[in-house]
């Protein structure tokens, strides 16, 4: 079966950084789009609006962890709150600049989150996770 393009969310207040990523992944014509948003509580806004509209759902989520209003942590604590209602699997990676191994390990222990990547980015770690993509949907 061929499966289409999947749909991907970036939360993160970097602009550059959502800027750099999104360039990379449009250039390899990765996703089918890619919805931007500034901290979590937008994000976590958004899915609840859209929780009944499986083709609005982000495949993906690029999450960061540290954000102004809701960070990363927080917007796993509400995504928990609201993902039985969302009828779709999302696979969320979190990024971050914090190389703290507290922050790793957190990170390891949340279900939610199937992986802990540094920033800045870099294009092969973007190439492994769409290569990989298959297995985590």
């Known amino acids: 079966m061929i499966r289409k393009r ?4 970036i939360v993160d207040d970097d602009e550059i950084f ?23 509580e ?7 609006d859209n929780k ?5 759902i982000p495949d993906i989520i690029f999450l960061d962890s540290n954000m102004p209003i ?3 942590w927080q917007f796993i604590e509400e995504y928990k709150s609201i993902k039985t209602e969302i009828k779709k699997k999302i696979v969320i990676v979190m990024w971050s600049s914090s190389i703290n191994p ?3 390990e957190r990170a390891s222990k949340i279900s939610e989150i199937s992986n802990y990547l540094i920033k800045p980015i870099k294009l ?8 990989d993509l298959e297995t985590l949907l």
């Open 6 to 9: 999947p749909l991907l969310a």
């Open 18 to 40: 959502q800027f750099t990523l999104t360039r990379v992944i449009n250039y390899n014509k990765q996703v089918e789009r890619i919805i931007n948003f500034s901290d979590g």
């Open 42 to 48: 937008k994000a976590i806004q958004y899915l609840t």
């Open 52 to 56: 009944v509209t499986n083709e609005n």
């Open 70 to 72: 809701l960070d990363g």
């Open 102 to 104: 507290i922050d790793t």
């Open 124 to 131: 092969e770690e973007v190439k492994t996770f769409f290569d």
